[in-house]
């Protein structure tokens, strides 16, 4: 594979939380596992990769980290023709539309005119919310392939901003382990990433391939999720995840996964999606720079790249934990500012998780202009 660390013209932008849940921390409190040992922090480290999550403040919201982002990404671009959200739970506001008033994209009706007299298009600022969790981000890139003929041109903003935090088992209540025993709080953490871009110019999307992944041994929703009622406000478009249990202690219910089930499918089913995802874009594995993936985990991703290798090369950055959809884009930009991909390069993006009642998974291939 070639090599091509030439700059990005990609506007990007990362936001993650001041606080730290780091490993030893988590091995401070003293948590007993079904085994009876305590957890430590090498185990944490050796088994999922994670250093550290930063965890959102109480009232910090997924539209706080999002326009956080956001706003970097945009290096003082003055026009944004449409913003397209990732984020996994419901929430009270429409997530685009919010980071869009706090980026100034809002223009009264008395002001539409002054502005276009201006060449200001900002009134014209579309806004639409994807929540599919974490395949998220890689559904982002392929609703603008079905779009591509009507964004030709068009300056468009992607934030991934995620708040698992408040929805993860605290691994010091009593019932822990009965709740959740794939640790949930040891792997998620809170974030957002964004991305600016003018569609057909400054990267082309080639192709995508979004499919339900049944698991292998005929088990169901294999991921639960605290999505409450799941109730999201319009516009949008909506993956149906599984919702977990109301319990007291969790009004709004809480994470947990059938760790070793979603570990089989992923390894067996993913690499023949990239593999098919690449063919069908009309390219040779050679043609491929890099393939990121969304950080499941270091298992998962040490797991991947075995299946993966010679062909291809894989990259995830789950140092900072699964930020659920924010993941992949985080990834993606962090190969973009480590030169590990730039102008010309061509990258597989996959991501893949929960889905109800199947595992959901959304590949892109897409080439930097």
């Known amino acids: 594979m070639t090599k091509n660390n030439r700059q990005s013209n990609l506007g990007m932008g990362v936001y993650l939380p001041e606080k730290v849940l780091d490993n030893d ?64 739970h419901p929430t009270l506001f429409h997530v685009a539309e919010e ?14 005119a002054a502005s276009a007299a201006q060449g200001g298009l900002l009134a014209m600022t579309e806004v639409l919310d994807i929540h599919a969790a974490c395949s998220g981000s890689a559904l982002l ?9 009507e964004l030709q041109g068009k300056k468009v903003l992607l934030v991934a901003t995620e708040k698992f935090s408040d929805s993860i088992v605290d691994l010091r209540h009593r019932d822990a382990m009965k709740l959740d025993s794939s640790l949930g709080q040891t792997i998620f953490g809170d974030g957002a990433a964004a991305v600016c871009f003018t569609a057909g110019q400054d990267m082309v999307i080639h192709y995508a391939l979004n499919k339900v992944l049944p698991d292998l041994s005929g088990k169901k929703d294999l991921i639960l999720m605290a999505m409450g009622e799941n109730k999201f406000i319009e516009p949008c478009i909506v993956r149906p995840v599984a919702t977990s249990e109301k319990l007291k202690d969790f009004p709004k219910g809480y994470f947990t996964q059938n760790g070793p089930r979603v570990f089989e499918d992923v390894q067996n089913i993913i690499p023949g999606l990239i593999r098919e995802a690449v063919d069908k874009a009309g390219f040779k594995p050679t043609d491929i720079d890099l393939v990121v993936i969304h950080s499941g985990s270091k298992r998962v991703v040490d797991a991947l790249r075995l299946k993966l290798s010679p062909d291809f090369e894989v990259y995830s950055d789950y140092k900072d934990g699964n930020m659920s959809s924010v993941s992949l884009l985080y990834s993606f930009i962090k190969a973009v500012q480590e030169g590990r991909i730039g102008s010309g390069s061509k990258v597989v993006l996959c991501g893949f998780g929960a889905g109800s009642p199947d595992l959901y998974s959304s590949t892109v291939v897409v080439e930097l202009k």
């Open 25 to 88: 921390e988590l091995e401070r409190r003293q948590i007993t596992l079904p085994s009876g040992k305590k957890l430590l922090a090498k185990q944490i480290l050796d088994k999922i990769g994670v250093e550290r999550r930063h965890i959102a403040g109480d009232k910090q919201t997924v539209a706080d980290m999002g326009y956080e982002a956001a706003k970097t990404s945009l290096r003082g671009s003055g026009r944004v023709d449409l913003i397209l959200t990732s984020s996994s």
């Open 99 to 112: 980071i869009k008033k706090r980026l100034g994209l809002r223009v009264q009706t008395n002001e539409i």
């Open 141 to 149: 890139f392929s609703y603008l392939l079905e779009k591509q003929n």
